[in-house]
């Protein structure tokens, strides 16, 4: 990315982050219909764009880096892990929840870096890096729900959202933004195979734990508040590669968009779909894009 | 580059045991064996990407490319050979000529037949300014045609450039014709020497256990 780029998306973010400032001034102590689309509506459409597109990156990131096109990080238990970790400081610390965003981006980030002593050993096999990441990320649903039987636990929907949980996730957005921008000039060459890559100089250790670190943080802050979503970040990163045929870099811009437009349509339909009831963001959003998988089938079945 | 009592281990099973060998700077050395006899994993001990038992004095400037290569994205081809050059234009010219590169240039790497991709990616080891490149069963893939330029083509670099190329081949006649120095690979470790020794009718007849 060029200097004029890095000055344009700070120029973005800072505009962005004067625009929310600006609102949160403006609409002060208006009336009750203003507050409620201010503090209930207003952070639950910031979030799910802000989610959508973090989910999604999440998975690009994962997949560049693993070299791996089937999977993204609820398969390998990041999301999972997230969850669990928030419902241990609910058991054990109730008061931090409010700041559930951060609790997930750091197990993310620390679950991250424990796969990668462990199941990214096995990276060279997709098949066992799946397999060994659905079993982890079962285990962590079963602990999950051990954890939170009968306690009232929430989370699975963006109807709780909270302006903390905003901020929250832009700070988590911006310091994995700044993470990945420190790396974007190498992102190319884990296209190339491991050994090329080395032979090139490129110290793929350093890069590699940094782009997962922040898709780790990324998916973690997200899964938070939206819970797991199984396959939505392998489908939408690939439908996007199906369509642009570009390198990950390239696409990212795009397969970001996607993820915020996507997350963001599928939760106005879990809020608008049955009036009297609120449906669970993250099953409306598995039930949009699980499906699609089938189209990858397709692609990929033809390729082999 | 020297080395000596190498030995390499696949699991349980010695691959070779005892080789002990130089590389010849600016030549072409062309390495023969049956399949299985290690050819690939004594490159990869060489261009120090594994470990072995024995002594290795390897020059840093040092590359290996193996036999099968893939990309895992959507790279376009001159974005691809782009992450690697560090020659002058004038070999990058010669090389993107000789191997006739122009219309495969803005293509996308993962749109190509495997003879494409497999000149794309000798390409994208010579356009690296290595000292000494080792190249794994390079003509795979490679019609008479590209085959005969891509070896011309590694004759003039080591001539004009001083490079140092160690090529695992199966044709003898070609190691003959092309190569400076053969090595010959089996269970009892590595033969070296020059082609009109080494690859006689009868040794090869031999050496390859022909009828």
């Not at chain 1, 670190?213 to 690939?238: H, I, K, R």
């Not at chain 2, 840093?60 to 036999?67: H, I, K, M, R, V």
Request: charged share 15%; with cysteine; net charge positive.
């Amino acid at each position: 990315m060029t200097a004029k780029k890095i000055k344009h998306l700070k120029i973005m973010l800072g505009g962005l982050l004067v625009m929310l400032v600006l609102a949160g001034v403006l609409l002060r102590g208006q009336d009750a219909s203003v507050q409620v689309i201010i503090q209930l509506r207003v952070p639950r459409v910031l979030f799910a764009l802000g989610g959508g597109v973090v989910l999604v990156v999440s998975a690009l990131l994962l997949q560049t880096t693993l070299r791996s096109d089937y999977l993204d990080g609820s398969m390998l238990g990041l999301a999972n892990g997230a969850e669990l970790a928030l419902a241990l400081v609910n058991v054990l610390f109730a008061r931090a929840l409010p700041y559930r965003v951060l609790v997930g981006a750091l197990a993310g980030g620390i679950l991250v870096v424990c796969l990668r002593v462990t199941l990214f050993k096995v990276k060279h096999s997709s098949f066992f890096l799946i397999l060994g990441g659905l079993a982890l990320a079962m285990f962590f649903a079963a602990a999950t729900q051990l954890l939170t039987t009968g306690g009232g636990f929430q989370g699975k929907s963006l109807a709780n959202t909270t302006w903390i949980d905003v901020w929250l996730l832009a700070i988590v957005i911006v310091i994995g933004l700044i993470l990945l921008l420190s790396q974007w000039t190498k992102l190319d060459i884990f296209a190339l195979p491991s050994l090329q890559a080395r032979q090139l100089g490129l110290n793929e250790q350093s890069s590699s734990l940094t782009l997962q670190l922040v898709a780790g943080l990324w998916l973690g802050a997200v899964s938070a508040v939206l819970g797991t979503v199984f396959f939505v970040g392998l489908v939408l990163v690939q439908l996007v590669k199906l369509v642009t045929q570009v390198v990950a870099r390239k696409r990212m811009g795009l397969t970001a968009m996607v993820g915020g437009v996507v997350l963001l349509g599928a939760d106005d339909l879990a809020h608008y779909l049955l009036p009297a009831r609120e449906l669970p963001t993250n099953a409306v959003l598995l039930l949009l894009t699980a499906p699609l998988i089938l189209v990858l089938l397709k692609r990929w079945l033809h390729e082999v | 580059m020297k080395f000596k009592n190498l030995q390499a281990n696949y699991r349980e099973r010695v691959v070779f045991t005892g080789v002990t060998g130089q590389l010849e700077p600016h030549q072409i050395t062309m390495l023969l064996g049956q399949n299985g006899a290690g050819k690939s994993t004594l490159m990869t001990i060489l261009g120090r990407l594994k470990k072995a038992q024995g002594q290795l004095e390897c020059p840093e400037s040092t590359l290996y490319l193996p036999q099968k290569n893939q990309l895992f994205d959507y790279l376009k081809v001159n974005d691809l050979l782009q992450l690697a050059t560090t020659v002058t234009s004038a070999t990058v010219n010669r090389i993107e000529q000789t191997l006739e590169l122009a219309d495969l240039l803005p293509r996308d790497f993962l749109h190509l037949s495997s003879g494409q991709q497999q000149r794309v990616w000798l390409a994208y080891a010579l356009l690296q300014d290595k000292d000494v490149i080792l190249l794994d069963e390079p003509l795979t893939f490679l019609d008479l045609k590209y085959q005969q330029r891509l070896l011309k083509l590694l004759v003039e670099l080591k001539q004009e450039e001083q490079r140092t190329f160690l090529l695992s081949i199966h044709d003898p006649q070609l190691a003959r014709e092309y190569g400076d120095v053969i090595w010959l690979l089996d269970q009892k470790g590595l033969t070296t020497g020059q082609p009109e020794q080494l690859l006689t009718e009868q040794k090869v007849k031999e050496f390859f256990e022909l009828q």
